[in-house]
């Protein structure tokens, strides 16, 4: 599952080789998975618009589009690329690989095609009269220490679930979960409601740098993920705790644990974390 820096190093790749390219056609294949908006739907908004910026939106992908006069935008498509979706932009000649869901043809000439074999990724249109797409929760890079913290006020689940609750949090994954809970020195257990000021804003640190941090590594490499080109794109940024369970903690020796919360894998040292 791609996390929020794989999602940002892949939307700004997209954005640095497509932004100013328009829709010229659009082919979408005939599963019905990828599709929130019915293709039809996309096959009579997509074409002619011009790609005026691609960005993060919580783990989505957000194509601003307008039409070709105007500066104004018109729509949005909308990416979320699931467990194993690819965005790739190439030449027509470059054949298309097997689970290609979209193919959206353009002017430059260069195709940008949607790759996903498990089907998971979802393609939509988001109407532009409904405001600029947001995701359903904060954004974690941006929210202030007064918001982040009042997202977890009174919540009676663990802070681990918690940061992983999308409609709190958008785009927090795994992984960066507990490299931030470890950063923070906070047990991943800990009822999100009784942290004190001190340890949430500790924790928004924490999980700030972290996501940072990776973004700038280009994303962690733990699956295939490949960038736009269809090359590799990601270096591993060194887990302090996840997937290190049994070694010892890299700050005080003590083995790493994991455990199972909320359904999902979690990692920590129960030395460091209170
Ligand atoms: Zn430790």
């Known amino acids: ?11 700004n790749g997209v954005h ?23 293709p039809a739907e996309m096959e009579a908004a997509l074409p002619g ?7 993060r939106v919580g783990k989505h ?40 869901h979209a193919i959206l043809r353009l002017a430059s000439g260069r195709e940008l ?5 498990r089907r998971f990724g979802r393609l939509a249109l ?3 009269e409904e405001g600029a797409f947001a995701g359903p929760g904060r954004e974690p890079l941006t929210i202030a220490p007064a918001e982040f913290a009042a997202l977890f006020r009174g919540r009676k689940l663990a802070i681990k ?22 950063r923070a020195r906070i ?27 990776a973004i700038r590594a280009g994303g962690s490499s733990i699956s295939d993920y490949v960038d736009a080109d269809g090359e590799e794109g990601f270096f591993q940024i060194q887990h302090k705790v996840y997937g290190r369970e049994g070694q010892p903690c890299r700050v005080c020796g003590t083995p790493i644990r994991r455990i199972v919360l909320g359904g999902r894998s979690t990692h920590f040292c129960p030395h460091c974390q209170k």
């Open 161 to 182: 679930p918690a940061l992983l609750n999308q409609s709190l949090l958008h785009g927090v994954g795994n992984i960066y979960a507990d490299e931030s809970l470890f």
């Open 113 to 117: 095609r949607f790759v996903d074999p």
């Open 187 to 213: 047990r991943p257990t800990r009822h999100a409601g009784r942290l004190t000021q001190e340890e949430l804003k500790r924790l928004r640190t924490a999980l700030q740098a972290v996501l940072r941090q």
């Open 16 to 38: 640095r080789r497509v932004h100013g390219d328009s829709v010229v056609s659009v082919w979408f294949s005939h599963y019905r998975e990828p599709f929130k908006t019915p």
């Open 61 to 100: 992908i957000a194509f601003d589009l307008s039409r070709k006069s105007s500066r104004e935008i018109a729509t949005q498509w909308i990416v979320h690329l699931g467990m194993t979706g690819r965005l790739l932009v190439c030449s027509p000649n470059v054949p298309v690989p097997p689970h290609t």
């Open 126 to 128: 988001h109407p532009i």
């Open 1 to 11: 599952m791609p996390e929020l820096p794989e999602v940002e190093t892949i939307a």
């Open 49 to 55: 618009l011009r790609i005026a910026r691609v960005a």
